[in-house]
């Protein structure tokens, strides 16, 4: 049975052991500390009795008290954590229904809301920032995440109807591409238009699905050469598959605008709004456009066209911005026949023979005619969609662009490091379950999370150690500011802090 002794040092303290009597003989099992006086010597004393039952099933009938007390010269830091941020990100995973998805899952999507880095470089700052610790052979299992992508789009829509109370009369669609360091081609990683502006290198293109607010519902990686246009049928064909009670409107830009795939939306049922090129359409159809505009500002249109139903509207402020841009273009053109040079990418310049070029008035005078004036193609009747709910659902593409520039600066989704397929893969799902939780936030809150981070980085967890008894006392840094905030009432119904 351990027993705890005092022996007087040759210094004249008082050392704490726990020992074993074996007959009128100490074996010493473990020194605690010593003591120089009366108030460290109960404080060594507990230590011992803590260690006893520890180390043993020993139990005292009569426990001493805990530590409760430190003395300031006997403090020294050993440590500060921000686990308070930890705790409120993964409660808003929670909050999203992704609390069942994989631990390693959520830790880097978490590290991509903190600090997006390289996945080696999560795992350091999990284990400095939090405590959580990680064997770098995670890497053969990050590629195993791809399982969860279904489950995750589907706790999304969930979470967009529900909580987010999201009305599903239309979703907005839109692409983008994401580079990688390499030069190297595969399948996947293929050079094509580059919306990052790095044509040399080796890119995938990403399809978003979002909802009218920006919400992320689904997305798909193609290779980097694919069209835009024929990335959406797929996607939203899934989407309509999965959820077959919800029946949106699909949204998408100009850049989608392809006949063959407008004929396939119409084909399948599919109700769409898309951007409409109009410098691509007759000149016959745009006098009678810019006859029915008659240049006042406010005025909308519907005509017949190719792609369904046209419908147009002229701004004032958009005529304006635009006759200025068509003046440069036209004096630069005047400039190059002037030097009988064609250019590189010279607007409405056009070669007469080899070495002499004019000036394109034919295409001047159908540019001028649809100054101010933006066009948008849908399948639905103006019974079914007035011409102002048309433009009006147009108009919020810019909540998919800003989710992509979300991604993009806040999470760092780009460049990719990564070199087969399924880690790539698994790095677009991490990315988007991080912008699951940033959208979720944001639209909660109404913060960004750049405003966000700061809030929950400033709550930290100093870790203080009594020289003496080696125990360790966490101290939190002052909440008040945090619960003055907009996401207070987040912080009261994780229950984050105490009172």
Known sequence: ????????????????????????????????????????????????????????????LFP?????????????CIGVTHRFAWQFFMSCAKECSLGDMPSLLLDLAIMRLIEPASKLRSLTLLSHYFGIKYSERIYRNIPKLLCCKTDIEQHAFDLASEKLREPFFFVLYDVTTLYFESFKEDELKVSGFSKDNKPQQPQIVIGLLVTQSGFPLTYEVFSGNTFEGNTMLQIVENFIHRHKSAKPIIVADAAMLDEERLIELQQKNISYIVGARLANTSLMLIKKIHDALQGVNGTVSRFQSKHGHLICDFSLKRYKKETLELNKQVLKAEELVALQSSGSKAKFVKKITKETVALNIPLIEKRKLLLGIKGYCTNLEESELSNEQVISYYHQLWHIEQSFRMSKNDLKVRPIY?????????????????????KYLELVTGLSLRDIRFLVWDIT?????????????????????????????????????PH
């Open 1 to 60: 049975m351990f027993s705890v002794r005092k022996v007087k040092t040759k210094s004249g303290s008082t050392a704490v052991q726990v020992v074993k009597y074996k007959g009128h003989t100490a074996q010493v099992y473990q020194h605690i500390g010593s003591a120089k006086n009366d108030d460290e010597l109960a404080l060594l004393r507990i230590k011992a009795k803590e260690w006893i039952e520890e180390q043993t099933a020993q139990i005292s």
């Open 461 to 497: 967890e100093s870790h203080i150690q009594d020289t003496l008894t080696k125990e360790v006392f966490v101290f939190r840094s002052p909440i008040s500011k945090i619960m003055e905030s907009p996401i207070a009432c987040l912080v009261r119904k994780w229950k984050l802090l």
């Open 64 to 76: 001493d008290p805990k530590q409760k007390t430190l003395l300031v010269e006997r403090g020294e």
């Open 418 to 438: 990564h070199r087969n397929e399924d880690p790539i893969r698994s790095h677009v799902l991490i990315c988007f379950v991080s912008l699951m939780i940033e």
